[in-house]
């Protein structure tokens, strides 16, 4: 593909996660589009509920988009995703984090790649200002099969974290970053599972580290068109002030495929 349309998909992405200023983590793998031929592919994600009771009004927003782009070759894949998700109760956030993300992989051979990513996200309620990710390293092909995919990496990460304790901190850290990572389509079926397991401790202290596993399973009722349900657990072993180790998500929504 012509390379400034890649750069034209990259500032379009960009102009459309703009206005998500709050970012927290979410299932980079299951936004891969698995069909290594596929040239250009995309999807919209979106939910909204509301609900009143007495003087309690509920609003819940999500609200996502992946572009995925390969080059004529097929050997090299640019992803962007962006997220945004809003909790509000009355006039108070429960919940406010978004991401953008930017990723390029390079294929080696028929099981070795080189990937390279910067990320931006932002965690109002686990007092994240701003976490800024630059990353890169080897990702391996365990196995790729019709309905079973996995694959392990072990990425360098350099970390600039921004809090909004009492005490604002400005932490900067070199981390390894590492994953397990598969995915399984039932045969016969429209249901897919994907999960990925991460772990990322500072090199220079492995007693300060980050464990996460992000789950999906999709159910897709017609073509272009899929329900899903997402899992998210994290561990961090050194939280800010105030906020506590464990955190745990889920998500219901319906994903577009273009």
């Not at 936004?31 to 909204?48: E, P, V």
């Not at 996995?150 to 901190?169: D, K, P, R, W």
């Not at 906020?243 to 745990?248: K, L, M, P, T, Y």
Request: hydrophobic share 40%.
């Amino acid at each position: 593909m012509n390379k400034s349309i890649v750069g034209l998909l990259f500032v379009l992405v960009l102009c459309f996660c703009y206005i998500f200023v709050n970012a927290q983590l979410v299932n980079v793998e299951s936004k891969r589009m698995q069909n290594d031929t596929t040239r250009f592919a995309g999807a919209i994600r979106a939910s909204y509920s509301y609900k009143q009771t007495n003087d309690t009004k509920l609003s819940f927003v999500n609200a996502s988009l992946t572009t995925q782009v390969r080059s004529k070759s097929l050997k090299d894949v640019y992803l962007f995703l962006g997220s945004y998700d809003l909790t509000r109760s009355n006039s108070d956030n429960l919940s406010n984090t978004g991401f953008l993300h930017a990723r390029y992989t390079r294929k080696l051979n028929d099981s070795w790649r080189i990937e390279t990513f910067a990320q931006i996200q932002t965690n109002e309620k686990l007092l994240i200002d701003k976490r800024t990710l630059l990353g890169i390293g080897p990702r391996l092909k365990l196995f790729s099969k019709d309905n079973l995919k996995s694959s392990f990496g072990a990425l360098y990460m350099y970390e600039i974290e921004q809090t909004l304790e009492e005490i604002h901190q400005n932490n900067l850290d070199h981390r390894l970053s590492s994953y397990f990572t598969f995915t399984y389509a039932f045969p016969n079926d429209n249901f897919e599972i994907n999960t990925i397991t991460y772990y990322q401790p500072v090199v220079t202290n492995f007693s300060d580290f980050r464990i996460t596993n992000q789950t999906n399973l999709s159910f897709q009722f017609i073509k272009s068109l899929s329900f899903e349900v997402g899992i998210n657990y994290l561990f961090d072993a050194s939280p800010p002030v105030g906020v506590i180790s464990n955190s745990f998500a889920t998500k219901m929504g319906v994903k577009l495929v273009f």
